[in-house]
């Protein structure tokens, strides 16, 4: 017999550290203890030594079916889960209270994604004033 | 215009694939006017409900297949009427074609013994597909296989009976289960990929049962090139997608080349505990 049924944010973060490479999920998630986990109800799962160097897993899609979530716990569920996964960007679900989850974790992407465009055009803009400087033709030279 | 051809004339002398979908009664009987010796795959799926289709003409049609299409690599007859006339019939074409040639064999049928002991036996078969129905298979000995799928409606005895068993190139395994004797089926899979070899190679594994089960994971930690694992059943009195943090650890630290893993199915409305 099992000892418990469902999987804890303990057993995502070894599936995310260990494969690397997973794409789509579909198991049954503890996602009272993902709350918990989130809120540090509970302790955060401590990294083993070989997953202490963690490579992002490569996670885009998690299919939940019909579980049910706490009232009001969608935006911390889908922390969690983008904590986990930082590349999750679907879920698939049955039980529409999944619908929050998902809408937040699409805006939470859309805001990465144009912070990221931001600081690449930051960086560039700040590379090529510095290169300016640098490639100058300075009175010496002359 | 079908039914004025010239007889015995193929209506596309330079036919080499034949695809069909949706085949329906009224069409079946001119399936063959379209091959010719040229014909080098025969792709059929018949409409759903199969039992809109004749059996005896389905039957008498594909025992044409061999002597119309001397030359055949690739055979797929999906949805078949389930009938014995079907049955013999589609064994009594394999036992006629030939044997060299075959890569792909895919038939939602049974097969009778001597059909059985041909399949087992081709030396350039590489995808599979067949029901096994109260049946034993003899030991595959199918060099170039790469995918496989068994529909079974009965136990997995054949499963025990890798003696001899060649199978170097099996990366695809897909297996249906259509019986309430699931048992210990992953236990039965695990002896014979581990008995051939398999266990090293195989990239998918993906286990169908229509009856609820609670299978033993653990059956599955030798299999550790696996890219893709899919086991499902459905839920009945609890959530079959559920498995624990002890499971889900041994998996990811066992297999950490999975990019699929699906256990259960869509998981329902149970509340954790």
Redo the contacts between chains.
């Keep these: 017999m099992?000892?418990?049924?469902?999987?804890?944010a303990?057993?995502?973060v070894?599936?995310a550290?260990?494969?690397?490479?997973?794409?789509?999920?579909?198991?049954?998630?503890?996602?009272?203890?993902l709350v918990q986990a989130a809120v540090g109800d509970v302790a955060p799962p401590p990294p083993s030594a070989e997953t202490a160097s963690r490579v992002e897993c490569?996670l885009t899609t998690l299919?939940?079916?019909?579980?049910?979530i706490p009232e009001g716990s969608a935006l911390t569920i889908a922390m969690a889960l983008l904590h986990i996964f930082p590349r999750i960007s679907k879920i698939?679900y049955?039980?529409p209270d999944w619908n929050d989850v998902q809408n937040t974790i699409k805006l939470s992407n859309q805001l990465f994604h144009h912070i990221g465009a931001l600081t690449h055009s930051l960086s560039r803009r700040t590379h090529s004033t510095m290169t300016r400087h640098t490639d100058a033709p300075t009175g010496d030279a002359q | 215009m079908l039914q004025h051809r010239t007889l015995n004339t193929p209506l596309l002398p330079g036919l080499e694939a034949f695809v069909c979908h949706e085949t329906t009664a009224a069409f079946t009987p001119f399936i063959p006017s379209f091959l010719s010796p040229r014909t080098v795959v025969i792709d059929i799926k018949f409409v759903v409900p199969t039992s809109e289709v004749p059996e005896l003409m389905v039957a008498s049609m594909i025992t044409t297949f061999p002597t119309l299409c001397p030359n055949l690599l690739e055979i797929t007859l999906r949805h078949l009427p389930k009938d014995q006339a079907v049955f013999t019939a589609v064994s009594d074409m394999l036992l006629a074609c030939n044997r060299n040639t075959l890569q792909r064999f895919e038939v939602s049928s049974t097969l009778t013994r001597a059909a059985r002991e041909v399949l087992s036996q081709l030396p350039n078969l590489r995808e599979l597909s067949l029901i096994l129905s109260n049946t034993l298979l003899p030991p595959l000995v199918l060099p170039n296989l790469a995918k496989m799928e068994i529909v079974h409606t009965c136990g997995h005895e054949w499963l025990r009976n890798s003696n001899g068993a060649t199978l170097n190139k099996l990366t695809t395994v897909c297996l249906l289960i259509f019986s309430p004797h699931v048992g210990d089926f992953l236990e039965a899979f695990e002896a014979f990929a581990v008995a051939t070899s398999v266990s090293t190679k195989l990239s998918t594994l993906s286990i169908y049962s229509e009856y609820p089960w609670d299978p033993n994971y653990s059956s599955l930690l030798e299999l550790k090139n696996l890219?893709e694992l899919q086991v499902l059943t459905p839920c009945r009195v609890?959530?079959s997608?559920?498995?624990?943090?002890?499971?889900?650890?041994d998996?990811?630290?066992a297999?950490?080349?999975?990019?699929?893993?699906?256990?259960?199915?869509?998981?329902?409305?149970?509340?954790?505990?």
């Design positions: 099992r000892n418990s049924i469902g999987v804890t303990k057993g995502l070894e599936l550290c260990r494969c690397i490479h997973l794409s789509l999920l579909r198991v049954h998630i503890r996602v009272d203890n490569a299919s939940v079916g019909s579980i049910p698939k049955i039980n | 890219t609890t959530c997608s559920t498995v624990n943090d002890d499971i889900i650890t998996l990811a630290r297999m950490p080349k999975l990019r699929i893993l699906q256990l259960g199915s869509e998981p329902c409305g149970i509340r954790s505990a």
